[in-house]
C-alpha cells in the first residue's frame, strides 16, 4: 500500500526566505505526483503536477523536483510571502491505481 | 462552471439521519472523485466516476455510503444512518482526462457534522 509522507509537519520561516517542503513515497511505480495548497476551511488548489517520467515542473516562485526511484519529491518556494501561508500536501498516483494518496500536508507560516 | 462546486458549504445533522451531498463538476470534465478528509489528515478516496459509472469504489468505508452520477456530471454522494465518526469535510475534484493521467481539480468542500 502507497504511503505518502511529509516532512516538516509544520514550518515558520521570516518573510523572504526561501524554504523546501519534502515529501517521500513508498512505492516508487507511479504515473504522477502533484502538489496542492490547502487554505483554512477551503478545497485543494492544485500547484503544480509533475509526470513520471520528469524531473521537475516550475511556476513562478514554485519548483517541485522528482525523483521517482528514491521515491522523494520536494516543493522548493523562492522569496516566500505572507500570502504564501497555507498547508501544503503532497499526493501521488500510484500505477494501476484510479486513487490520488495524499500526505498529511506541511503547515507554513511565514511571518511578515 | 468555472469551478467544482459542492453544495452544502455546511451540514450539521443528527446521528441516525441520512445526508445527501452534491458535486457539480467543472463543464466536460468525464472522471470524478470524491475525499474524505478528517481534521489534521490528507484527503482520503472513496470513489471515482469515469462517466456515469463507478470504476472504483473501493474507498466506500462501508454499506452506509453510496454515490451516483446518473448523467455523467453532477454527482450525489449519500450516507444513510450517520455516525459521529462520518463527521469531515467531503470534497470533490473533477478531472478531464481519465484516471492517474491529470490535474484534479477540488471543490471547496461540504464540512459535514454529525452530532
Known amino acids: 500500500k502507497q504511503e505518502v509522507t511529509q516532512i516538516p509537519a509544520a514550518l515558520s520561516v521570516p518573510e523572504g526566505e526561501n524554504l523546501v517542503l519534502n515529501c517521500s513515497f513508498t512505492?516508487?511505480?507511479?504515473?504522477?505526483l502533484q502538489w496542492f495548497r490547502q487554505d483554512p476551511g477551503k478545497g485543494l488548489t492544485s500547484l503544480l503536477l509533475i509526470q513520471s517520467s520528469q524531473r521537475e515542473q516550475t511556476s513562478g516562485r514554485l519548483n517541485a523536483s522528482l525523483d521517482k526511484s528514491s521515491g522523494r519529491s520536494t516543493l522548493y518556494i523562492a522569496a516566500s510571502q505572507p500570502g504564501d501561508s497555507a498547508t501544503y500536501l503532497c499526493?501521488?498516483?500510484?500505477?494501476?491505481?484510479?486513487?490520488?494518496?495524499f500526505g498529511k500536508g506541511t503547515k507554513l507560516s511565514v511571518i511578515p | 462552471g468555472a469551478g467544482v462546486s459542492q453544495t452544502p458549504s455546511n451540514k450539521v445533522t443528527e446521528k441516525g439521519k441520512y445526508v445527501e451531498l452534491r458535486c457539480d463538476p467543472i463543464s466536460g470534465h468525464t472522471a470524478l472523485y470524491w475525499y474524505r478528509q478528517s481534521l489534521g489528515q490528507g484527503p482520503e478516496f472513496l470513489i471515482y466516476f469515469q462517466g456515469t459509472g463507478a470504476a472504483d469504489d473501493s474507498g466506500l468505508p462501508n454499506d452506509r455510503f453510496f454515490a451516483v452520477r446518473p448523467e455523467g456530471s453532477v454527482s450525489t454522494l449519500k450516507i444513510q444512518r450517520t455516525e459521529r465518526g462520518d463527521s469531515a469535510v467531503y470534497l470533490c475534484a473533477s478531472s478531464s482526462t481519465g484516471a492517474n493521467t491529470g490535474e484534479l481539480f477540488f471543490g471547496e468542500g461540504s464540512r459535514l457534522t454529525v452530532l
Open positions: 512505492d516508487s511505480a507511479i504515473y504522477n
Open positions: 499526493a501521488v498516483w500510484g500505477a494501476g491505481s484510479y486513487q490520488l494518496t
